[in-house]
C-alpha cells in the first residue's frame, strides 16, 4: 500500500519535493533479521519538474527478542529515510541525480 501527503498550502515560487514510497515487503523472522524493501519515488516540482524512482532493499541483523526485532526495523526505516532524504538533496541540485547505491 503506497502513502501520499500533501501540503494544503504551498508557498508560491519555492519547490515541493513529493515522496511516494510502496513497501513490498516488511519481513522479520526473529533472531535473524528486519527486512524491508521498498519502491519510492520523489518528484521536486518548480520550473522544471524533476523525479526520480529507486529502489531499497534493507536488511538489519537483530536478536530473538521482540526489542531487537523492534529496534533492527527503526534502523532500517532509518536508513531509508536516510537514502530518501539524500536523493531528494541531490535531486534538488542536479537534474540527473541518480539512485542511491
Same mark, same amino acid.
Given at each position: 500500500?503506497?502513502?501520499? #501527503?500533501? *501540503? +494544503?498550502?504551498? %508557498? !508560491?515560487?519555492? @519547490?515541493?519535493?513529493?515522496?511516494?514510497?510502496?513497501?513490498?515487503?516488511?519481513?522479520? %523472522? %526473529?533472531?535473524?533479521?528486519?527486512?524491508?524493501?521498498?519502491? #519510492? =519515488?520523489?518528484?521536486? =516540482?518548480?520550473?522544471? @519538474?524533476?523525479?526520480?524512482?529507486?529502489?531499497? /532493499?534493507?536488511?538489519? @541483523?537483530? $536478536?530473538? =527478542?521482540?526489542?531487537?526485532?523492534?529496534?533492527? /526495523?527503526? !534502523?532500517?526505516?532509518? $536508513?531509508?529515510?536516510?537514502?530518501?532524504?539524500? =536523493?531528494?538533496? *541531490?535531486?534538488?541540485?542536479? @537534474? !540527473?541525480?541518480? +539512485? %542511491?547505491?
Amino acid at each position: 500500500m503506497a502513502a501520499t #501527503w500533501r *501540503a +494544503c498550502r504551498k %508557498p !508560491q515560487g519555492v @519547490p515541493v519535493l513529493s515522496v511516494r514510497a510502496d513497501v513490498r515487503r516488511f519481513d522479520s %523472522p %526473529p533472531g535473524e533479521y528486519a527486512l524491508i524493501d521498498v519502491v #519510492w =519515488s520523489i518528484t521536486l =516540482s518548480g520550473e522544471q @519538474p524533476r523525479s526520480l524512482t529507486c529502489g531499497s /532493499h534493507l536488511r538489519v @541483523p537483530s $536478536q530473538a =527478542s521482540l526489542a531487537s526485532v523492534v529496534l533492527a /526495523h527503526q !534502523q532500517a526505516i532509518g $536508513q531509508l529515510a536516510e537514502a530518501i532524504a539524500g =536523493s531528494g538533496r *541531490a535531486l534538488a541540485n542536479a @537534474p !540527473q541525480a541518480g +539512485c %542511491p547505491r
